[in-house]
């Protein structure tokens, strides 16, 4: 252990030699130094530490290593953590612009619904009317028809009752000429008789 304390010592006196002997005084405290020399002590003084040294420093310089790997785990986990929050956040957004798009079809769905039964209601109404126009017209024409039928019928019947009633007047006369008359053909001798039995 002195030995390598006095390799040390020695190798920080040639540092020092070097600063005070090689060095060019400019303004002072300050000094010009080749920069291979320093170099060259500085590994030897690196070189010349004891294990322990060499260990803490190995186990410092791999904490440093260990601190920003975790530094960068840590801003992967709370980038990813962000991205994650934004893709939820868009399939959220998604959702509910999807949602809003279906009630839209929603309500013009029930709109055209709606509309559909609103005409359809429309045009039940309107052949209905059309349907009692129509037969009302058809009542009123039956009903001018069979007046006609009934007046007609009524000419006829009183044309038949008047050729009834010729008859019978003329039968009437004939019974009461029968008497008085020879055979013969009446009809021939009276050709008025047979007049009155044709209708007008």
Aim: with cysteine.
């Amino acid at each position: 252990m002195n030995s390598q304390h006095d390799v040390i010592y020695g190798l920080m006196n040639e540092l020092e030699e070097a600063l005070e002997k090689r060095g060019v005084p400019l303004f002072g405290s300050f000094s010009i130094v080749r920069k291979d020399t320093v170099t060259d002590i500085l590994d030897k003084l690196y070189a010349a530490l004891p294990d322990e040294v060499k260990e803490a420093r190995a186990l410092l310089r791999r904490k440093d290593e260990m601190q920003y790997e975790a530094q960068q785990r840590a801003e992967k986990i709370i980038a990813d953590a962000q991205a994650e929050a934004n893709r939820l956040l868009s399939e959220s957004d998604l959702l509910r612009a999807v949602q809003r798009e279906a009630e839209k079809i929603k309500e013009q769905v029930i709109t055209d619904c709606e509309d559909i039964k609103r005409k359809a209601l429309d045009e039940a109404d309107s052949l209905r009317v059309q349907a009692t126009e129509e037969a009302t017209r058809t009542k009123d024409g039956a009903t001018v028809y069979a007046e006609q039928v009934l007046v007609n019928l009524e000419q006829n019947l009183a044309q038949l009752q008047e050729v009834v009633k010729n008859g019978q007047v003329q039968l009437e006369r004939r019974r009461a000429e029968s008497d008085g008359q020879v055979n013969g053909n009446y009809a021939n001798q009276h050709p008025d008789f047979a007049q009155d039995f044709r209708m007008n």
